[in-house]
């Protein structure tokens, strides 16, 4: 529960702090791009959480900067650990934008810009929080520590050897990372696991040069024939992966989760309608849609490249052919296990004539959260209060691996306590963020702090 006046002071000043939200949107602080506007919005950071009482600096990684605050009350006070991210992903393309990604707009009940909720909408939330509680509710009723990345758009690269060194003034109680989306809109939503990702690229080299398919063909392995195999068997007519072990440490779904996620309000045919796809074909044959999206691990090729791709025709064997392949894995999976099985799998397929070539790009464990710790429960009510309605816990198929790092660095159980939209178009043209969401995530995030006090 939150005091009135914390409510009230956030409802008084949504104007302000909307145009605040403004100045951080309008820093294009893309992480693969020139540094500058990363580290401008960054030390705005800074400034504005010096502002709210907090002491905040930049840390200095091999990237864009960190932004490390903190918050000390009392000593006999249990500490909250707040996580965003203030890099976005580039805008491309930009013709297809209906206003400027950097310069936001209000349209619709929305807020349009790059970022609006991915993330800086979302952390922006939490200290309009830390505010309200400062000004109006006798000061945040907690201690406070914040990180705020700057390449969690990029794979957070620095992020686990950033934590091993900073791990003692990271140290919390329990730990808020607003980085996920509500299932439906007016569905508040915990998700409390995260697949994890092994993501691989393999090159099958022949010839040491393209050569001549007339006076060639028949005499040597074609690296696009061989490679065209080897995707097409790692799948059977069922949609399982034929990778030796793949499954082996699958953790099956509870019976109690199958019920819950039979509840939500999930229509296949419009999910499908809203993929542009006239039917949904893809995983495992026997397993919902959400089970399949949420709890079993998939194998997808990415990208697939080689030979003459230009107008017209090159009548040649090409020297080299490579995929790209991810790999979403579910908890009790471990990648290097899965990889290891990959590998032998492209042993076994790699035909006579061909040089295979094996590289892992990325890799993240699965996480699997305790839906009943006490921050769990304490972000449950935070939610109701600021939503209306009881939270939804759901699973989600992609990765936020800053949870798994918590876990196994920190040793926190994060609370994946998101506010934005299946619809707001992260990473896409167009990212907006409903007003609503802002200023209720507001104070969701201000009752996640008078909660830890119960």
């Not at 249990?78 to 950097?102: I, K, M, R």
């Not at 039979?262 to 296949?268: E, M």
């Not at 074909?281 to 990208?303: I, M, Q």
């Not at 790699?350 to 996480?367: E, F, H, M, Q, S």
């Amino acid at each position: 529960m939150i005091a009135e006046a914390v409510t009230q002071y956030l409802r008084s000043n949504r104007q302000r702090h909307l145009a605040e939200l403004f100045e951080l949107l309008r820093f294009p602080s893309v992480a693969n791009s020139e540094p500058h506007a990363c580290r401008q919005a960054a030390e705005w950071l800074v400034r504005r959480l010096g502002k709210c009482g907090l002491q905040a600096r930049t840390v200095a990684t091999a990237g864009q900067p960190n932004v490390l605050a903190s918050l000390h009350v009392g000593d006999d006070l249990p500490t909250l650990l707040l996580y965003g991210h203030y890099d976005v992903q580039p805008p491309d393309p930009l013709e297809q934008w209906h206003s400027a990604p950097f310069e936001p707009v209000v349209r619709d009940g929305a807020i349009w810009a790059r970022g609006a909720n991915d993330d800086k909408g979302q952390l922006y939330a939490h200290i309009m929080a830390i505010e309200a509680w400062q000004q109006a509710g006798g000061g945040v009723p907690v201690n406070l520590r914040m990180l705020l990345e700057g390449e969690e758009e990029v794979g957070s690269p620095d992020m686990e050897k950033f934590l091993a060194a900073h791990a003692g003034e990271l140290s919390a109680d329990a730990a808020v990372i607003s980085d996920s989306e509500f299932f439906a809109e007016n569905l508040p939503s915990i998700t409390y696991s995260l697949r994890g990702l092994a993501y691989v690229e393999v090159t099958f080299r022949g010839p040491s040069a393209d050569i001549h398919s007339g006076i060639n063909g028949g005499a040597v392995s074609n690296p696009i024939n061989a490679l065209a195999r080897l995707v097409a068997g790692m799948h059977d007519n069922a949609g399982r992966v034929t990778l030796a072990g793949f499954y082996d440490d699958v953790l099956p779904l509870t019976e109690a989760e199958r019920q819950q996620w039979d509840a939500l309000p999930f229509d296949q045919a419009e999910y499908a309608r809203g993929l542009g796809v006239e039917s949904l074909g893809g995983g495992e044959a026997g397993f919902s849609v959400l089970e399949r999206r949420w709890a079993r691990p998939t194998l997808d090729a990415n990208g697939i490249a080689g030979g003459y791709a230009g107008v017209g025709s090159k009548t040649i064997i090409p020297a080299q052919a490579s995929v790209k392949i991810s790999m979403r894995l579910v908890p009790n999976q471990n990648p290097a296990k899965v990889v290891e099985g990959f590998r032998q799998y492209v042993t076994e397929h790699t035909p006579p004539g061909i040089r295979a070539d094996v590289k892992l790009n990325a890799g993240a464990r699965p996480v699997m959260l305790n839906t009943r710790s006490p921050a769990m429960e304490a972000g449950k009510a935070a939610l109701a209060e600021a939503f209306g309605a009881a939270p939804a816990m759901v699973r989600c198929g992609a990765s936020v691996p800053i949870t798994e790092l918590f876990q196994r660095l920190l040793g926190l159980d994060a609370v994946l306590m998101g506010f934005g939209l299946p619809d707001d178009n992260l990473h896409s043209p167009n990212e907006h963020y409903k007003l609503e969401q802002f200023y209720r995530g507001a104070i969701a995030s201000a009752a996640m702090m008078g909660n830890m006090m119960k």
